[in-house]
């Protein structure tokens, strides 16, 4: 972009240039904040967003304020963030965010389904990006916690379209699909099981993964989040491990 810019030959305090920190870039924002500027080739930028409230978008503002101060970027602000996320931030805040970014359905969606299918592709990323670094099924704990805490820390929104049985069905498939194809679709393990097993599978995931978010939330959210983790944990990791093991010990018997 910097490249871009000093070949256009426009002055760069004539333009406006936002860019937004990945919710896996938080616990390092200070970093990421000087490689978004290398990347882009630029000194400065004119307004930063975090991205989504989720991981510690705490400390990560903290480092927006840093960032301000040293003159990287010229505005700081949040993207996505609703009242209880927006007013945590509010309280610990040195510098007001000046910009709250936040889409309105009414302004820009001609139907229902096409708000919905773009929350979806939101959602659904945000979650990928969380756990495209793990292997499966090795890292199938992790992934479950992350799964777990990352579904606590969203709104209403995504409860409806994760928990609903009846109008939100499509939207629930197409995220369903895109997290699962971005997950255990790169596991090598995964891909050796006929399409048969590998639905079996997946149906056993989403049951005890998606089948215990429901019933959390159904239940009012009066388990401790952490118990509900241990115990997803226990049930569906312990049976996908076992039987993986299985599976490898089939084919070297054979």
Not at 7 to 23: A, I, N, Q, Y
Not at 140 to 159: C, D, H, M, P, T
Request: proline fraction near 3%; charged fraction near 25%.
């Amino acid at each position: 972009m910097g490249r871009a810019i000093r070949k256009s030959g426009v002055p760069r305090e004539e333009l406006f240039v936002t860019t937004k920190l990945w919710v896996s870039e938080y616990s390092r924002a200070e970093n990421a904040i000087d490689e978004t500027l290398e990347r882009l080739g630029l000194d400065y930028v004119d307004l930063l967003l975090l991205h989504q409230p989720y991981g510690d978008y705490l400390l990560a503002y903290k480092s927006l304020e840093d960032a301000l101060e040293n003159g990287k970027v010229r505005a700081i602000g949040l993207s996505n963030f609703y009242e209880e996320k927006f007013s945590q931030v509010i309280k610990v805040a040195r510098i007001a965010p000046a910009v709250l970014q936040n889409e309105t359905f009414y302004h820009y969606y001609p139907t229902l389904d096409d708000l919905l299918g773009e929350m979806q592709m939101e959602l659904a990323s945000g979650y990928i990006e969380l756990v495209k670094d793990y292997k499966l099924p090795e890292d199938a704990e992790k992934v479950n916690r992350i799964f777990f805490e990352y579904s606590a820390g969203q709104g209403l929104a995504y409860e409806k379209i994760t928990c609903s049985s009846g109008s939100y069905s499509a939207s629930q498939q197409a995220m369903y699909r895109q997290v699962m194809d971005a997950t255990w679709g790169k596991s090598p393990a995964f891909r050796r099981l006929s399409r048969e097993e590998q639905n079996l599978v997946l149906t056993f995931i989403n049951s005890f993964g998606v089948g215990f978010y429901r019933q959390w939330v159904a239940d009012g959210k009066k388990l401790p989040l952490e118990r509900v983790i241990e115990l997803s944990g226990t049930i569906m990791c312990g049976g996908l491990d076992r039987f993986f093991k299985n599976q490898k010990g089939e084919m070297n018997d054979g």
